[in-house]
């Protein structure tokens, strides 16, 4: 198939095109570099293709408390790419089935995190400009089916671990700050202070597993929202103390700070739809992609973990 990937170089999308490459696939890959997304005809040059699936994972966002401070620039920036890449979809490319990424903040954290409820209620407030650009993402798809008769996919991802992270010193999310911070007292005797008490609850899904898990989607199913997370929560303590037993390092040394943002307490998806649809999914164990993201670490030390 000819397929066309938004945000192809980032992490999720440098995994994602490799897989795909894997299976014989002719790939176009963007970034913001060879096409900006918030102009509107930046994709006309592509205007000759005719492409089979067209996979918009690129979002104008950050880890961390990025954005706390970015609110305006987020909803200005991801309604213009999400409306520009829906707009060419439509006019230039509608025999294509369109995949996209939603985002597990959009879920109002006082309801069960299922896909009947992801556009229920309201986000939590600190995410709520992100979150709600991704809910629009998600209801232009519905009305360009509804009148138009496109196809879409629309999967919504716990946070994404593995190698292959930035390197760009950006913020990072939570489990790689984790693993920076943790190899960083081992190695150079820095204190170790986390975010939050520690009792904050995260879930992660392997890069590689993901991707592996949004082809198979592609092929198989129409016109659907699907979670795709472990099912399963663990405390940023537990993470930490799994760090620290392939790191070498005392967890008691760790320190918590809790004046920091931690943003949602708890963030677990509900999966029944993605094991009914894919009922022999299955994952890389945590412990397993913990050491293989640390190993990366160690491989991208100089960029990493400078002294």
């Known amino acids: ?45 592509f205007n000759g293709e005719r492409f089979d699936q067209i996979y918009h994972l690129a979002a104008w966002t950050q880890a961390g408390d990025f954005c706390l401070f970015h609110p305006g620039e987020q909803w200005i920036i991801n309604q213009k790419l999400n409306t520009n890449v829906l707009t060419w979809w439509q006019g230039q490319q ?14 109002d954290p006082n309801l069960p995190l299922r896909e009947e409820n992801y556009l229920t209620g309201l986000p939590i407030d600190s995410l709520f400009t992100y979150a ?9 798809l519905l009305a360009l089916h509804r009148q138009y008769g496109l196809n879409y996919l629309c999967l919504v991802p716990s946070t994404l671990y593995g190698p292959g992270y930035h390197t760009d010193g950006r913020q990072m999310h939570f489990i790689f700050d984790l693993i ?50 472990a099912g399963e929560e663990f405390t940023i303590r537990h993470f930490a103390e799994l760090i620290c037993q392939e790191v070498g390092y005392d967890f008691q040394q760790i320190q918590f700070d809790t004046s920091r943002y931690v943003g949602a307490k708890s963030k677990c998806l ?38």
């Not at 995949?99 to 903040?105: A, D, L, V």
């Not at 509900?270 to 293989?292: F, I, N």
């Open 132 to 140: 709600m650009t991704k809910r629009m993402l998600y209801t232009g």
């Open 180 to 229: 920076r911070k943790i190899i960083r007292g081992k190695l150079y005797g820095e204190p170790v202070i986390l975010w939050g008490d520690g009792y904050q609850s995260r879930e992660l899904v392997y890069v590689g597993d993901f991707a592996q898990i949004a082809i198979q989607l592609a092929q198989s199913v129409d016109n659907d929202l699907i979670n795709i997370g």
């Open 94 to 107: 509608p025999q294509a089935k369109l995949i996209c990424m939603g985002t597990s903040c959009a879920y």
């Open 1 to 45: 198939m000819k397929i066309l990937v938004t945000g192809g170089t980032g992490f999720l999308g440098t995994m994602l095109c490799s897989h795909l490459e894997a299976q014989g696939h002719e790939l176009t890959r963007i970034n913001s570099r060879n096409c900006d997304l918030t102009q509107a005809d930046s994709l006309q040059q």
């Open 270 to 307: 509900e999966v029944e739809r993605l094991h009914q649809r894919l009922p022999d999914v299955s994952l890389t164990p945590l412990a397993k992609g913990l050491a293989q993201t640390i190993q990366w670490f160690w491989q991208e030390q100089e960029k990493l973990l400078p002294a």
